[in-house]
């Protein structure tokens, strides 16, 4: 309180503290406390009202305020220091008035830079006079010529001279004009190149002047007079500046187009020349086409991946019907796209790359052809290619794509820039479309303008109605701030004929009519309506129409708004400083990505290489070429043995049971070989050929699979190419066919050895009956495996693994059991037992059972006797063939008289004389012809699936897989984006 009695407070609290002591003052006389007997801080003093806005001075200035000492508040002292206090409150209300010192202050500065910056733009718009000067005298030639200049009294000479030359006679002697023309000496002085001959010229004989000299006096004098006279207004003055300064610009217009022209013709000369002088040329066009690549690059790249796209492409979106394309006709200057009458002619995405080059030319991405786009027979070409790519790229059900076409296009002048051609946008899906047609192109557009990189070319038709525009509201969503669109007003032509505000117009241009931002905004003209007009044609009824319009001699159009060229020059500008912006950063995007994806691959898979889907098939394909050619290794003998085997697993069958069985029922051995030969005739006339070639065919399908699943055993097997070899030797297979030749040869052969019955060595004799006893010996075991499985488990299975058998099973055993009586009775028996029962053995059999309490029909015995009986033949059979071994010295003396019955030693003798003719035949068939073929086969479906992306994707899979593809496209595209930017510093 002592501070604050003594003055030593800020001057901003000082009428507070005024209020607080004379409060004080008048609590003391009333006898009231003003704080309590203890101390209080300063929050407690900040409890009122008025005090609480300089809460944080007083808090921060008097924290240890005490009780003030009222004694002295009357004292001369403290009235001074009241005094004081009353000057401070008066200064400190004076204080905010003394600001508006700082406000003027601030306000003369900028204004003053405000003007000058205003002064010099219009300086710069103003054209160049200085050719003037060389036409007219400079200000010390005019003083010398006429000394002491007054402007007055030169004014008045002319009047005078006005009113008195009408008076002179038509040719007035010298005399008379002596008084008002300057003397020859200062005449020679204004233009001292002049002779004092070339003044003759002026006076005739007589030494009076000549008409036109008087003539031009008049004139001169008439003029000065009018001028005098008649004062022009601010309004006439102002216009025929604007008339003056448009011929201007209309002049200068002319010349820049002219020098353009000619500049294009001698940078198309040199660049077919080769000269070195334009290397800076030539590294912008290379610039441009290292771009493009880039682009085509991140245009494969998997949307699914982390890394996005956001480098810069020029996206021209619009109304259907709006113009966009007729405007990037222009800038490309050539009629490159389809057309139509108000139907939808872009259905996808269309990426053209301009460039400058020698030749004005054309060509797709995928094509190596040009398309001269000086002729019309090529431009239809080209529109007539566009149109198909559309159509192609279109799936069916659908009316739009997103699969981009690309094509560059080079020519003489043209700017480089990279531009996306999107489909109109559209307000009604009409009959034709499919369902979401409207919002897939609108979906289309916004993930284009969706890049923050992106130029936005926003067209508008001029001609309809502002407020039917649907693209200006999605361009302002996308781009609220406007810092990367450009605003094209097409068809102002029809704008000018059918708008009757022409303030419309120019709202249009500033930016105050549509609710969207834009860096610029231009007016162009894309045509007369007629489709065949040619783009120099379109070209010249634009540059008329300017140059006569209403709206640019009213000042609504700006001379730099206008024009296809302007435009095309201002988005390029646009498009390259938004590259240099942002192409480095994304440069270091695809860099980090790289990193993340080496590191990946060398955690998971640091042994392998990095092969991605097209290199590892490429892998896989030699693999399995292979594999394929070694076929060729395997041997003559592997070969037979395999057809060998393969033919009597799928013989066999038919051997024993429409032919050895059969003829083994008959009485004697002659019934036997009839029976044999017939059966064989049939059976090699009509199935076994067949057979025989589907037996190699299998056999060769089987060997190469062999080969190959011995390769998996291998330590360096890659599991990767397993599911790719199945499916080529899977589709291969199915497509192969053998020779058609092929079974008649066989029949031949087969017929042939067939035929032959006669057995001349021991050692044929001794290798039938093994054949004979292997093969009965198979078919004895499935029959007791059958039997057995009729039956169910024997007493031994019962008692010692716990096992049933079922009602059935029962049933057949107990009527095997009975079975097995009668051929028991056989076996002592000189005649055999047919093989069928006859009706009293199975009534026989059957009242047995039923005895036991077994009820069985007689099928249930025929079927159960067709297998007892078939395993007692075989086992007779196999008893036959053992004493046939000490046969063949009968066999081959033809002694028959007998005991022995060996006539089935020779029918598997005959079955396996075929069986190695038809395998030799076979092998020969696949080591010359088949395998070849096949290979030829595996080749053929291998280029197939290499043409196909999609076969590969399913073929080739799994996380390996697209690591190393997603690591090979970020490789890619950073390096190509580095190869960029060291062009693009170079050429800085």
């Known amino acids: 309180m002592l501070r604050l009695a003594s003055g030593t407070f800020s001057p901003s609290c000082r009428y507070c503290v005024e209020k607080l002591t004379t409060r004080h003052a008048s609590q003391r006389l009333s006898q009231k406390p003003l704080l309590p007997a203890n101390s209080r801080t300063a929050s407690s003093l900040l409890q009122s009202t008025h005090l609480t806005r300089h809460r944080a001075q007083l808090t921060c200035q008097y924290s240890t305020l005490a009780r003030p ?14 005094s004081q206090q009353r000057s401070m409150s008066v200064l400190s209300k004076l204080r905010p008035l003394l600001k508006i010192r700082y406000w003027i202050l601030g306000a003369g500065i900028g204004g003053g830079y405000s003007a000058k910056v205003t002064y010099e733009s219009w300086k710069d718009k103003v054209p160049d006079m200085s050719w003037l000067g060389e036409y007219l005298p400079d200000a010390d030639t005019v003083s010398k010529f006429i000394p002491n200049v007054d402007t007055d009294k030169y004014r008045k000479f002319l009047l005078k001279l006005k009113k008195s030359i009408p008076e002179l006679p038509e040719s007035p002697d010298m005399a008379t004009l002596k008084g008002y023309l300057p003397d020859a000496d200062r005449m020679k002085d204004w233009s001292p190149d002049v002779t004092m001959d070339d003044f003759s010229s002026v006076f005739n004989e007589d030494n009076s002047i000549t008409t036109g ?22 309004k006439e003055r102002l216009q025929k500046i604007q008339e003056e300064f448009l011929q201007e610009q209309l002049k200068y217009q002319r010349q820049l187009e002219r020098l353009e022209k000619e500049n294009k013709e001698l940078r198309k000369q040199i660049m077919l020349k080769g000269d070195k002088a334009v290397y800076k040329r030539r590294t912008k066009k290379s610039l441009i086409d290292m771009y493009s690549e880039v682009l085509d690059e991140l245009s494969e790249y998997d949307s699914s991946y982390n890394t996005q796209d956001e480098l810069p492409r020029v996206v021209v979106v619009g109304d259907q019907s709006a113009g966009k394309t007729s405007v990037l006709e222009m800038v490309a200057q050539a009629r490159i796209f389809p057309r139509g009458a108000g139907e939808m002619m872009t259905r996808a995405p269309v990426k053209v790359t301009l460039s400058e080059g020698p030749h004005h030319i054309a060509m797709f991405k995928d094509s190596d052809r040009e398309f001269d786009l000086t002729k019309e027979s090529e431009l239809e070409a080209l529109r007539r290619e566009v149109e198909i790519r559309m159509k ?33 946008i559209i307000s009604t899906e009409t009959q034709g479309m499919a369902s979401a047609t409207k919002e897939s192109i609108k979906m289309m557009c916004e993930h284009y303008m969706s890049n923050p990189n992106a130029i936005i070319l926003c067209i508008q038709d001029g001609s309809v109605d502002a407020e039917r525009s649907n693209v200006t509201d999605l361009v302002s969503h996308m781009d609220p ?11 102002v032509d029809l704008a000018e004929k059918n708008i009757t505000n022409p303030r419309r117009i120019k709202q249009i241009l500033e930016g105050k009519l549509f609710p969207m931002k834009a860096l610029g905004y231009f007016a162009v003209v894309t045509g007369r309506g007629n489709k065949d007009d040619s783009i120099d044609t379109i070209r010249g009824y634009e540059e008329e129409f300017f140059r006569t319009s209403q709206l640019f001699r009213s000042g609504v159009l700006k001379a730099s708004q206008m024009t296809t060229q302007n435009l095309s020059f201002a988005v390029s500008d646009c498009f390259w400083k938004m590259v240099k912006a942002s192409v480095e950063q994304q440069a270091d995007t695809y860099k980090a990505a790289r990193f993340n994806l080496e590191t990946e691959w060398k955690n998971n898979y640091p042994s ?20 394929v050619m070694n076929l060729s290794q395997v041997t003559p003998k592997q070969w037979e043995e395999a057809l060998w085997a393969k033919l009597w697993d799928q013989a066999a069958e038919h051997v024993i049971e429409n032919i050895y069985l059969p003829a083994a029922q008959t009485e004697s051995a002659g019934h036997f070989n009839t029976t044999v030969d017939i059966k064989l005739k049939q059976w090699a006339d009509q199935q076994l050929p067949k057979k025989s070639v589907l037996v190699g065919w299998e056999t060769l399908q089987e060997e190469l699979k062999g080969l190959m699943d011995r390769g998996k055993d291998a330590q360096n097997h890659d599991d990767i190419f397993d599911h790719l070899k199945e499916a080529v030797i899977k589709e291969a297979t199915r497509k192969h066919r053998w020779q058609g030749e092929a079974a008649n040869s066989l029949r031949v052969i087969q017929l042939n050895a067939l035929e032959d019955r006669s ?31 009729m039956s169910g488990p024997g007493w031994v299975g019962r008692w010692f693994k716990w096992q049933y058998q079922s009602q059935d099973q029962a049933k057949c055993a107990a009527t095997k059991t009975e079975l097995e009586k009668i051929v028991a009775l056989d076996e002592g028996s000189k005649q055999k037992h047919p093989p069928y029962l006859a009706m009293d053995e199975t009534t026989t059999v059957r009242k047995n059972l039923e005895a036991q309490g077994v009820d069985v029909d007689n099928d249930f015995i025929k079927m159960t006797w067709h297998e007892v009986y078939r395993r007692h033949f075989l086992k007779q059979a196999l008893v036959r063939a053992n004493e046939c071994r000490r046969g063949f010295y009968y066999y081959q003396r033809g002694i028959t008289d007998t005991d022995l019955e060996c006539h089935d030693i020779v029918l598997f003798w005959r079955i396996q004389k075929m069986l190695q003719c038809t395998s030799n035949a076979l092998r020969q068939q696949i080591m010359n012809t088949e395998a070849r073929r096949l290979e030829k086969e595996v080749k053929h479906m291998l280029e197939g699936l290499g043409e196909d992306p999609q076969k590969k994707l399913g073929l080739l899979q799994g996380r390996r897989v697209t690591l190393a593809e ?15 930017i060291e062009a693009l510093r170079k050429e800085k």
């Open 966 to 980: 997603e690591l090979k496209k970020v490789r890619g595209i950073q390096e190509k984006l580095e190869e960029f």
């Open 213 to 234: 000299v008087i003539t031009a006096m008049k004139v001169n004098a008439e003029g000065s007079e009018e001028e005098s006279a008649k004062k022009m207004s601010d």
């Open 69 to 82: 000492n009222l004694r002295n508040l009357s004292s001369p002292t403290n009235r001074i220091v009241q």
């Open 759 to 789: 057995i001349a060595e021991k050692s044929q004799w001794d290798s039938a009956i093994k054949f004979m006893e292997s093969t009965l010996q198979d078919k004895l075991f499935e029959t007791e495996s059958k039997i057995n499985k």
């Open 481 to 491: 701030q406007g810092k990367r669109t450009i605003f094209v007003l097409t068809k």
């Open 608 to 627: 392998l290489r990095q092969l991605d889907r097209d290199e590892l098939f490429e892998k896989g394909k030699g693999e399995i070429l292979d594999e």
């Open 392 to 424: 192609a790229s279109v799936r069916p059900g659908q009316t739009v794509s997103m699969e981009t076409i690309a094509m560059s296009v080079k020519g003489p002048g043209l700017q480089r820039m990279v531009l996306v051609d999107l489909p109109g």
